[in-house]
């Protein structure tokens, strides 16, 4: 890749703390017993009568978040003023160091040193076709583009049309299957010299297989020596584990709000040797600075609002049922408590899950089945039931009051490999706010709905 786009990379010489595998191997004592009821009384879509398992699809959010954003409309609404040549009114100088506060919690969430590193969009799959663009104007035809099959088709389809239109050559990690896993050694292998982006996704949206962080970080050195850049899609994973872009180091990582309690906004971290030298498409006047450049035009500020609430959220969770990581600010060591204290509860509650999904006759679990991986695994649980179509399982469910779904979910290439194109999976996912007579019920559930006649 054109070294004006993609500087000599430098090895992270100092980490504050490596968390392990995007931090599921961390041992980390809560401060006291995790409290459910505690956490659901922040989320007022919870007494509603519907229990919620399509957290994958996107999180219920906090009464703060809600709060923060009709006060901003209330109270706040305005445009920024950065750049302009006169005086901010009140409203604006809120805004204005509203967008300065977001930026540095983004960078506090993924453990980045700079929050002039992040960009902030409409959603991740906005960013990725503006991004993948930008980066695109370095490659030349016969650069190869190594792509996961596992991975949603926001992290797939924006890199195909770049291939289209400037020939360049696609070619695809090899998965695990049926595990849907991915073999960091076998990606090292499939890296050639003109490899020019590794792209990836932490975990899978559609079966929750979660990719080791040791292993994205000996694939980026990898991709690093032979020039590559390696772009994460953390989308998934970034609810239910802590993220550090310093120990995975990797290029790029994008994530989205929507799906870690917060409102719908895409984010996303780029290394400052990157970002530095990115085009920008912006208007002329006037001239964006850092980040802010490739952030084009006006976005809703009132969702920044919501996001810095759902943050503050995080950060109490963190410091009531985790233990604060030492050696970290506390913005940034509250923010990992959090997620680690929701990866222990989350974890109890996917291997009960699994343990009675193992009981009923004729339901399949795909990727990692047995409860002994759960620490390999979101708590995402895609399934299939002998006789009966994805659809009319998750119809059931919902009428019985269980929020699932069921389909594709946009990973286009896996369920092709898994010969489950058109139908799909009935799709679980658990979130920080389940219980675990919530789980026992839809097992139940799902166990009826099994014994009942077929479909058809």
Known sequence: MDQRVVPRHTPVRARVRTIGPVGMDAQVGPARPYDVAAVRAHFPALDRGTVHFDGPAGTQVPAACVAAVAEHLERWNSNSTQGAPFRDTPAAARTNALIERIHAAAADFVGASDPAE???????????????????????????????????????????????????????????????????????????????VVSLGLASNAVGTLVDGQAVAAIAAAAHASGAIVWVDAVHAAAHVPLDVRALDVDVLLWSAYK???????????????????????????????????????????????????VGYLRWLGRTFGEPAGGLPPERGEIVAALEAIRRYEADLASRLLARLAAIPGCRVLGLADPADVGRRCPTVALTIEGRTPAAVADECCRRGFAVWSGEFASFELMRRLGLQGSGVVRVGIAHYNTAAEVDALAETLADVAAAAPDG
């Open 118 to 196: 992040c960009v902030v969009g409409a959603n991740m799959t906005t960013l990725a076709f503006a991004m993948t663009r930008r980066i695109g104007r370095a490659l030349r035809p016969g650069d190869e583009l190594l792509l996961s099959p596992l991975d949603h088709d926001a992290n797939i389809a924006p890199w195909l049309l770049l291939a289209e239109e400037r020939s360049l050559r696609v070619r695809w990690l090899p998965p695990s299957l049926p595990r849907c896993t991915l073999d960091a050694s076998s990606v090292v292998e499939t890296i050639g010299p003109r490899t020019r």
């Open 260 to 310: 870690v309690y917060g409102p719908h906004l895409g984010l996303c971290w780029v290394r400052r040797g990157i970002l530095d030298v990115l085009p920008a498409q912006n208007v002329r006047w006037p001239a964006p600075a850092g980040p802010h450049r490739l952030e084009t035009g006006t976005p809703a500020y009132e969702l920044f609002a919501g996001l810095e609430a759902t």
